[in-house]
């Protein structure tokens, strides 16, 4: 299940299953192509509800998965105060034996509203054990460098001569048509964005200004069109809060080089004169990039390679869900050409991998690293591997997540929200679309944090941050230790505000719901996933649509937000049985604060990948030349729906939409994200059917001349594309630079 999180693609792609707790790395999702080939929601995070704004009824960001973690180095800028915090931003809790400097980089494109939980959870675990940790949101660090007049300024002028240069050509090739094509269509949002934008950024950290709808959906479309201009300037990108990728992302070292190229790499002014800096100044010994959501695997090589050569005595690693998720189906030679530039990398949980990684490195000369459980090395005869070692760990000796050090008052969000994990794994773990990245397979396994730790934890966070609004962040809380958690914060008279994911189990009575109320409940996410009953049973997840609905409504009488999540096309669906689901949303309108309905895709460790006949697939495949495999494909061994009843699916799935003012990740409107827990808070449950219909926003500052091009010749360019990536991954089956140029080149020239 979810949380609060980031990355659509992190969805960079888009969401299989709603409680799935992160990651996809599948075919149409974050993996070769162009991303809009077949899906409802693109990789793009564009659909039919908001211009190039993802589809919040479509599309949910990946929900976290628990916690990622891993290393690297650097040097604050934020004072830290007590217990043992080091003036320079290095911190650490006692003085240990080690004396490794470690920092722990969490590189873009993800949410920038709120902290992430992974940095803060290895960083409370390893400052105690004397480890010396710089935390460093890249993510929030890299976009804010971005988000700001001089830089929108200057790509504003590229984009205008690149058109001039474009439009001067006689004729234009498939690729250039695709080039011009995302160049005209930010024209104007380049012209007007670079004066535009701080307003904007200053909506969204204002409360007051954040709480008047109107100023707020201004200042979403400004920021969005900024983030459309980045990427058209930098074409063929898709970029956005959730996905980072290319064409050919991750499919080879030379792609993987390719896009770390400065001109192809939107960061890199923000790792030239800020992150390397502000490293060198601090002089690592270990760094260490997080790399939790799909949409951070292309930045992370790239910032990993341009740290390689900026610091070639630093040990390099990286860990979290996505990097795992990864690494883990790779082995031998493989494996070592997925290290890259890194050193070595964590695979599932990290506290204790890293821990020993930073002890090794601390003694002169370093010890062998290669019996670290699950620390991913280069091996001179085998090409990489690693010694298997416990995939989670004991979550009841983890002390608090640590969030000093993090730029907390730099965030987009008016108010602070912070991630906390009082649980880990999921309790249910039998959902066959399930699997993200720090188990094997499926969820991780179920851990809980004892009570009074809790409470303890939230009490001290809260005080030390000032601030009341958290997100329980974890895959799948058990709803009974949730009733007890939130009797435990009323009864200490916290006065927290906090939202969930949870399984919609009968438990949910609504006495119980109101107590969950009264410790502080604001929204909760429920994992629907379908409400066929012969789906739901296919899938295992345990309950009925009914029992579903019952929860639904149990928690919005409570005075909860309810989140519905849902998702279309899992293997054997029909289109009745999607319309089954839509059905419910329908049914259940009064009571459902926000909803998303996905589009199923398939994950490696999940058991429909593992037993594809048994789910009615035919085959599940791969393609040559995606020598990294994030890419996943299959077919149903009987066509589920035809064209005309998909087309019928996505007509209704819009009208159902318009029954809410739904945005795309992270904005109010998405589920499980700060901006929409504060606005539940502040208008109540029903804000985002109240909203509904309203204009969703315009673009700040003088408005730009009208477009003097006409775009529907250039736009076949699309259709096109996707004509060749069907043809590369569904019927050659193999993708490479030199096939896709070979059948762009057959494509008709445009003629002036
Ligand atoms: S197995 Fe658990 S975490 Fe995965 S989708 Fe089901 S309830 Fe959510």
């Not at 980089?105 to 400052?127: E, Q, S, W």
């Not at 962040?473 to 949870?502: N, Y």
């Not at 019952?550 to 309810?562: F, T």
Request: hydrophobic share 40%; with cysteine; proline share 7%.
């Amino acid at each position: 299940m979810g949380h609060l999180h980031g990355d659509a693609s992190r969805r960079g792609s888009r969401i299989i299953g709603q409680d799935t707790a992160i990651v996809l790395l599948n075919g149409q999702g974050n993996g070769i192509g162009p991303g809009h080939v077949g899906g409802r929601i693109a990789a793009t995070g564009s659909c039919k509800h908001g211009q190039n704004e993802g589809c919040p009824a479509h599309d949910k960001l990946p929900s976290l998965p628990s916690i990622f973690r891993v290393a690297l180095g650097g040097k604050s800028r934020a004072s830290i105060s007590p217990s043992g915090k080091l003036d320079c931003g290095w911190s650490a809790n006692s003085a240990g034996p080690t004396r490794v400097k470690l920092a722990l980089i969490y590189p873009p494109a993800c949410d920038p509203t709120a902290p992430y939980p992974a940095i803060p959870a290895l960083a409370g675990f390893l400052r105690p054990q004397g480890i010396e940790v710089l935390p460093i949101d890249a993510n929030l660090d890299g976009f804010l460098a971005l988000l700001r007049r001089e830089p929108l300024t200057r790509l504003a002028g590229h984009v205008e001569r690149r058109i001039a240069s474009l439009r001067r050509r006689r004729a234009l090739d498939h690729q250039t048509q695709l080039e011009l094509l995302a160049l005209l269509r930010v024209r104007d949002d380049a012209r007007a964005v670079p004066g535009a934008i701080s307003v904007a950024l200053g909506i969204l950290r204002t409360g007051e200004r954040f709480y008047d709808p109107g100023l707020y959906a201004d200042a979403v479309a400004t920021v969005s069109a900024a983030l459309r201009v980045v990427a058209a300037a930098h074409t063929p990108l898709q970029l956005d809060f959730t996905a980072y990728r290319t064409p050919f992302a991750l499919t080879t070292p030379d792609e993987i080089a390719r896009d770390s190229d400065p001109a192809r790499n939107p960061f890199d002014d923000y790792l030239t004169h800020d992150l390397i800096p502000r490293l060198r100044q601090a002089r690592p010994d270990c760094i260490g990039l997080s790399v939790c959501f799909p949409g951070q695997l292309v930045p992370a090589y790239s910032f990993a390679r341009k740290l390689r050569a900026a610091f070639p005595e630093a040990h390099l690693v990286a860990g979290g869900p996505a990097i795992t998720q990864v690494l883990l189906r790779l082995q031998g030679l493989a494996l070592a050409q997925a290290l890259g530039p890194f050193d070595s990398a964590v695979v599932f949980e990290g506290e204790h991998t890293l821990l020993a990684l930073c002890r090794a490195l601390s003694e002169k000369p370093s010890r062998a690293l290669d019996r670290i459980p699950n620390l991913v090395l280069r091996d001179p005869g085998l090409g990489a591997r690693y010694l298997p070692g416990p995939p989670a760990v004991d979550l009841r000796t983890l002390p608090a997540p640590d969030f000093d050090g993090l730029p907390l008052d730099r965030y987009l969000s008016p108010h602070l929200l912070l991630p906390y994990d009082p649980t880990r794994g999921c309790y249910w773990g039998r959902c066959a679309f399930c699997h993200y990245g720090l188990a094997a397979t499926g969820a991780a396994r179920y851990r809980e944090r004892a009570m009074d730790t809790v409470v303890e934890h939230l009490a001290a966070l809260s005080a030390r941050h000032g601030t009341r609004f958290f997100y329980l962040s974890q895959d799948s809380v058990a709803p009974a230790t949730l009733c007890r958690l939130a009797d435990a914060l009323a009864k200490a008279g916290l006065d927290l505000r906090w939202g969930t994911d949870l399984r919609p189990e009968p438990f949910l009575t609504v006495e119980r719901c109101q107590g969950l109320r009264r410790g502080g409940a604001v929204a909760c996410s429920l994992g629907i996933e379908s409400a066929s009953p012969r789906v739901l049973r296919l899938i295992d997840k345990g309950i009925t649509p009914t029992r579903a609905a019952a929860a639904v409504r149990n928690l919005a009488r409570a005075g909860i937000a309810p989140e519905v999540m849902c998702f279309t096309d899992f293997p054997t669906e029909t289109f009745a049985e999607a319309m089954m689901t839509l059905g419910f949303v329908e049914q259940h309108t009064p009571h459902i604060a926000a909803f998303i309905v996905g589009q199923f895709e398939l994950t490696r460790g999940s058991r429909v990948a593992r037993d594809p006949t048994h789910f009615g697939l035919r085959e599940i495949w791969t393609v040559q030349g995606d020598e990294l495999g994030t890419a996943l494909f299959f077919a149903e061994r009987k066509t589920s729906k035809r064209g005309r009843e998909r087309v019928q699916l996505e007509k209704a799935l819009d009208r159902l939409a318009s029954g809410w003012l739904l945005r795309s990740y992270p904005w109010a409107g998405s589920l499980s994200t700060a901006h929409t827990i504060f606005y539940y808070d502040h208008f109540g449950p029903g804000v985002f059917k109240e909203l509904a219909g309203q204009a969703r926003g315009r673009m700040l500052g003088p408005l730009p001349p009208a477009r003097a091009f006409d775009l529907r010749k250039l736009a076949r360019a699309e259709q096109h594309e996707a004509e060749i990536w069907h043809e590369l991954t569904h019927v050659r089956r193999q993708v490479s630079r030199q096939a896709y140029d070979e059948l762009a080149a057959r494509l008709p020239a445009l003629k002036r």
